[in-house]
């Protein structure tokens, strides 16, 4: 389910089975890690005489922002290791519920999501099936309930905001239940209140919420159905499911270096969504009837026997541009000289869109690395911006 390597010696990689099955392999030399006696399995076990620990289908782990030789885990318990697994204890007492219940939708009485403040080492957060959410602000000391105001749902994920240190979300679903209802909360004061701030997403169960990393008020959600982004901290919602199938999205992460949206799918792979559109999305963009966004510079590939068509192209520009209102698009680039190169057309939504350039001319040949002019027509309206089109690194 998880993949995590080691932020100072990536060959170390965890990973993860169904029931906290966790371990940890080099990925250089294939050989296991001995954390234990002989064995790839960094698994959290009980002390003798302790009960064995519940670990739910999917087990929450991670690595300490703030040490890398640290983990956590979430069972029926919250553990904790400092030497990489070959230790594990537990740092909280009984946070999950008991097995089963009234509704049969507590399976495994566990914690389903557990979240790291990067403000402050050993403060953390843990949701679990049965709608409880709790947050600890001295590493499993003290534990505090803090699902007051949340309703019973099983919680999908709880996130500490890495914008400020008492702002926490949570996202939880019913559909164990037969529920879909879109349950969204966020809190400013480490749980202590909640708003709910799911607004008018659809009844769309949710599975995951992020933060955009470089703008605060920007929220990214995973629902049973696709994905959606707030500008203003959930007040209002905007769907990012134009070409995106119909699936459930279990996972998302906006990659902090190259701006990508990286969307996780049960059933149809990977997505890619480029970000920076949506971080440089603000209200006087949004009040103008036409504006192009920075196009992201293209990185020519090398491929050997090109001479044999046809050929997958060697890069691709891709042109995203603003419209108040549904029009007809044109783009047309021309090279610095001025020379035609292309023309590109189709029918703009109101909001953001998009259009792909191959890096070919009108007659299908690759176009040379350069700097290209792209002039986006919509009615009456026009507006120019460059494409760096840089050659092959071979």
């Given amino acids: ?33 001995s954390g234990g006696p002989a064995t790839e399995s960094v698994r959290p076990q009980p002390l003798r005489g302790e009960k064995p620990y519940r670990f739910g289908w999917f087990t929450p782990f991670f690595i300490s922002q703030h040490d890398p030789k640290t983990l956590y885990a979430g ?13 594990w204890r537990p740092i909280s007492p009984e946070l999950g519920e008991t097995p089963g219940g009234e509704r049969a939708v507590v399976p495994y009485g566990s914690i389903t999501t557990l979240s790291e403040s990067p403000f402050a080492p050993g403060m953390l957060y843990a949701g679990t099936e049965g709608g409880h959410v709790w947050v600890t602000k001295n590493d499993g000391a003290q534990w505090t309930d803090v699902s007051a105001g949340l309703p019973r749902k099983w919680v999908t994920r709880v996130v500490a905001s890495q914008h400020d240190g008492g702002t926490v979300y949570v996202s939880m679903s019913g559909y164990r239940e037969d529920d879909f209802t879109a349950y969204l909360y966020r809190s400013t004061d480490f749980g202590a209140t909640w708003m709910p701030i799911a607004n008018n997403l659809p009844a769309e169960s949710i599975n995951v919420i992020r ?5 605060r008020d920007v929220l990214y959600v995973g629902t049973d159905a696709g994905v959606y982004v707030s500008l203003d901290r959930g007040a209002t919602w905007l769907s990012l499911c134009a070409d995106l199938p119909t699936t459930p999205v279990m996972d998302l992460v906006v990659h902090p270096r190259d701006d990508e949206i990286v969307i996780a799918t049960h059933g149809r792979s990977l997505f890619l969504l480029d970000a920076r559109p949506v971080q440089a999305l603000s209200d006087a963009i949004r009040a103008s009837d036409l504006y192009l966004f920075e196009v992201r510079p293209v990185q020519l590939t090398w491929q050997p026997g090109r001479e ?15 419209l108040k209102a549904a029009s007809e ?10 020379r035609p190169v292309r023309t590109l057309s189709a029918r703009g939504q109101a909001g953001v869109n998009r259009i792909v350039w191959d890096i070919r001319g009108k007659d299908g040949r690759d176009a040379p690395a350069g700097v290209y002019r792209a002039e986006v027509t919509a009615g009456t309206l026009r507006i120019t911006g460059n494409i760096v089109v840089r050659p092959s690194k071979r």
């Fill in 1 to 33: 389910f998880v993949t995590l390597p080691d932020p100072t010696d990536p060959r170390w990689v965890y990973y993860e089975h169904q029931h906290g099955e966790m371990r940890r392999i080099d990925i250089t030399a294939g050989i296991p890690f």
């Fill in 75 to 87: 069972a029926n318990v919250v553990l904790k290791t400092i030497n990489r697994g070959a230790e």
């Fill in 211 to 215: 933060e955009d990393p470089k703008r």
């Fill in 308 to 322: 044999v068509p046809p050929q997958p192209p060697r890069g691709r520009a891709v042109i995203h541009f603003w």
């Fill in 329 to 338: 698009v044109t783009v047309e680039i021309s090279d610095a000289e001025g």
